[in-house]
């Protein structure tokens, strides 16, 4: 008989017809500094992918341009043969250069490379999920995405992709989009201190489409704020903990994707994701972007 899943805090979310645990894990982080080379703890980074599955998270978020290559090579060797639960959702529409940068590649051709290179990488037949990646360094950007996200929808129709997202736009990208082809999730940045996309998120959770918040606990300039620290410690949580407890209380279609190099983190995040948050908590977090 199988053991099964310990419930994790905020339960699950159909992305399509995929169940995934809201509280997922961002592989980003386990690259080598700013997202270049391999981790200084490949051990510890194995570990960490280990331990986010044996905790039941089922919603892992990566892209070839990790490393590049390096964070879906350690998603490979720490859990492939995947679980049936497992969902591995990825991005295309940017790679890397020599400096590190992150120059667009959206044109057709790149776009079939790199989902190719994920099929590679990740050993997989077809990708569960792919976002595609607008904007640039500086957040989303107005254009037309047409002609990338269609071929990705073409990509789709050949079996190769299982479901589609954009990443870092702006709304009216997400309405093109959706013209082309249902979108399961918009991934942008947003977080307690960064909160432009508060409409675009209640209108999503009206379409039962997923809001994946990237830097949910501030990216590379963690969240520090005085009133954060100040509800954590009433609560007697870390205020990590408590900024993902609030993005999950901040709407159903919230799904997180935190990054962590550390094991030790990762728990304390999920342990202190599941506080309850009361009237007086959340206004006083809620004062924090104003
Ligand atoms: N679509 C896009 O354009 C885009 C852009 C950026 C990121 N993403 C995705 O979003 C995911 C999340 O973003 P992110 O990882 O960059 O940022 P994040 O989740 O906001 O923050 C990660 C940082 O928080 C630290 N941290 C986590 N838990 C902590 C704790 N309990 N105590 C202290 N520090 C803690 C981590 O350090 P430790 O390692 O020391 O724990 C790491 O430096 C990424 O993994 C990636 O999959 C997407």
Request: hydrophobic share 40%.
């Amino acid at each position: 008989m199988s053991t099964p899943a310990p419930s994790l805090p905020g339960g699950t979310w159909p992305l399509g017809d995929l169940t995934v645990t809201r509280f997922g894990y961002g592989a980003m982080q386990l690259a080598g500094p700013w997202v270049m080379g391999p981790p200084t703890d490949r051990e510890g980074a194995v570990a960490v992918l280990r331990t986010a599955v044996d905790l039941g998270i089922t919603h892992i978020d990566t892209s070839e341009a990790y490393g590049p290559r390096i964070t879906n090579e350690l998603i490979h060797e720490a859990l492939h043969p995947y679980p049936e639960s497992l969902h591995i959702a990825t991005k295309v529409g940017a790679t890397r250069d020599e400096q590190g940068g992150w120059p667009v590649a959206r044109r057709p051709e790149d776009l079939r490379r790199q989902v190719e290179d994920n099929l590679k990488s990740l050993r997989l037949d077809a990708l569960d999920l792919v976002n595609l990646r607008l904007g640039n360094a500086e957040g989303p950007q107005p254009g037309s995405l047409a002609s990338a996200f269609e071929t990705l929808a073409e990509l789709q129709q050949k079996g190769l992709i299982r479901h589609l997202g954009v990443s870092n736009a702006t709304a009216e990208q997400v309405t093109e989009a959706q013209s082309i082809a249902p979108i399961v999730c918009v991934q942008n940045m947003y977080n307690l201190a960064h909160r432009q996309d508060d409409r675009l998120i209640d209108h999503l959770a009206t379409t039962g489409v997923a809001y994946v918040p990237f830097f949910p606990l501030g990216g590379f300039t963690p969240l520090q704020s005085a009133a954060l620290s100040a509800v954590a410690a009433r609560l007697e949580a870390t205020p990590m903990s408590v900024a993902l407890a609030w993005l999950l209380r901040r709407s159903p279609n919230i799904l997180l994707i935190a990054g962590t190099s550390s094991t030790a983190h990762l728990r304390e995040n999920i342990a202190g994701a599941g506080v309850s948050l009361s009237a007086e908590d959340l206004t006083e977090l809620n004062e924090i972007s104003r």
